[in-house]
C-alpha cells in the first residue's frame, strides 16, 4: 500500500487538514470527516470561559482515527516554541509537534534560525518535528540532519491562496530530501493540491481554502480526491514534456491518399 | 478539670488573588487547580494547567493549593492551521 509514512507512524491519507478559521466547530468537524484527512493541526490557546466552542480537544478526539499535530503559532522564539510544544505534548500524547515561528504578522514568514534550533532541541527531545519554513533548499537538509521528520515548505504565504509561488524551489527540496516533504500553506484550489502531488510531495497541509469555501466539507473532499489523483499520478510517471508535437494518430495511410 | 466544649468557629472566608491567564481572580484560600477549573466550568479533561510556568499534571491537581500572586495558565487546543 502507498501510505505516508512518517518516522514510525503511517497515514493511508496525505491530506493533513489544519482547523483554524472555520464558522463553526461542527463546521470543521464535518470538513474533517470528509477530507479523510488522519492528521490534523491544532493550537495551544488560553482557556476562554466566554468561548468554550474554542476548545476542540474533546469533538477532535471523538473522531476515530485522527491523530493530532499542535503548532507552536504564537511563538516568535525558539525558546517559546519549545515550550509551547512540551505542554501540548503533555495534553495531547501526541509525538508530533508543526513548529511554526513567524515573528512578523504581516507576512508570517517562518524565522529560520529560531525553527532551526527550535527543532534541533525538540528533535532531540524525542518529539516528531514537522517545521514550516520558507522554501529554502539549505535549511530544508539541515533541518533533515539534525532528526526532524518532515518538512514542510510554504507554497506562498499563510492564507494567500496564492498556490504553488514557491514551485521551482519545492522540486529542489523535493530531489535532494530523504525525508517527506509537505507543503504546507498558500493553497487556493485542490488543482494545486494534485500538482504539489504530482511534483512528488509526500503530503499537504490545507486549511484556508477549505474553512474559507462557501461549502467547507464539499472542499474538503475535493482536496481528498485532488490529493490522492496527484499521488496517483506521481507513483504512475507523468509523461515527459516536448517543445514540439508528438502525434497520437498516425499522420500516414489517410483516406484518398496518393501512394 | 471540665473540658470545655468544643467551640465551633466559623472562621471567615480569606480570600487571595491569583492570575488566571493573564486577569486577576479572586479565589478562597487553599484551593486548589481542581477548585478553579469547577469554578471556570471546565472538567479538566481537555485543558493544560501551568502554575509559575511549571506544567502541574492531572493526577496532580487535586493536592496543588494556590497561593497568593500565583500565574496559573489554562490552556486549550483551539483551531489552528
Known amino acids: ?29 464535518e470538513a474533517v470527516k470528509a477530507s479523510g484527512a488522519q492528521l490534523v493541526t491544532v493550537a495551544l490557546r488560553r482557556f476562554n470561559r ?40 503533555e495534553l495531547s500524547g501526541s509525538p508530533f509537534i508543526k513548529v511554526e515561528i513567524h515573528p512578523n504578522p504581516q507576512h508570517l514568514m517562518p524565522d529560520p534560525i529560531e525553527t532551526m534550533e527550535a527543532a534541533r532541541v525538540l528533535a532531540s527531545e524525542g ?8 522554501p529554502d533548499p539549505v535549511l530544508a537538509k539541515r533541518l533533515e540532519e539534525v532528526g526532524c521528520a518532515s518538512v514542510m515548505p510554504l507554497g506562498s504565504a499563510i492564507g494567500s491562496g496564492q498556490g504553488l509561488a514557491s514551485a521551482a524551489m519545492l522540486s529542489i527540496i523535493i530531489r535532494e530530501s530523504s525525508i517527506p516533504v509537505i507543503v504546507d500553506a498558500g493553497l487556493r484550489a485542490p488543482s494545486e493540491a ?23 466539507a464539499e472542499m474538503a473532499a475535493a482536496f481528498r480526491d485532488s490529493t490522492d489523483a496527484g499521488r496517483r499520478a506521481f507513483k504512475a510517471g507523468l509523461m515527459r514534456e516536448s517543445r514540439e508535437a508528438v502525434a497520437t494518430s498516425p499522420l500516414t495511410s489517410f483516406l484518398g491518399e496518393q501512394s | 478539670m471540665k473540658k470545655r466544649p468544643k467551640e465551633i468557629v466559623q472562621k471567615p472566608l480569606k480570600m487571595i488573588t491569583i492570575q488566571l491567564n493573564g486577569e486577576s481572580e479572586s479565589l478562597p484560600e487553599d484551593s486548589t487547580i481542581i477548585d478553579l477549573l469547577t469554578r471556570i466550568g471546565s472538567d479538566g479533561k481537555t485543558v493544560a494547567t501551568l502554575v509559575n510556568d511549571q506544567v502541574v499534571r492531572p493526577p496532580e491537581r487535586t493536592a496543588h493549593a494556590l497561593c497568593e500572586g500565583d500565574r496559573v495558565e489554562i490552556l486549550v487546543f483551539a483551531g489552528g492551521g
Open chain 1, 1 to 29: 500500500m502507498d501510505h505516508l509514512q512518517l518516522a514510525a507512524h503511517t497515514f493511508s491519507s496525505r491530506l493533513i487538514l489544519g482547523t483554524g478559521k472555520f464558522s463553526s466547530a461542527a463546521v470543521m468537524l
Open chain 1, 50 to 89: 466566554e468561548q468554550l466552542e474554542d476548545d476542540l480537544f474533546g469533538p477532535l478526539s471523538e473522531l476515530p482515527g485522527i491523530t493530532l499535530m499542535p503548532n507552536t503559532s504564537g511563538a516568535s522564539t525558539a525558546a517559546e516554541a519549545i515550550k509551547a510544544a512540551n505542554i501540548s505534548r
Open chain 1, 127 to 134: 518529539f516528531l518535528v514537522m517545521p514550516y519554513i520558507s
Open chain 1, 194 to 216: 494534485a500538482r504539489a502531488m504530482e511534483m512528488g510531495c509526500s503530503a499537504v497541509l490545507v486549511n484556508s481554502a477549505i474553512a474559507a469555501s462557501d461549502n467547507p
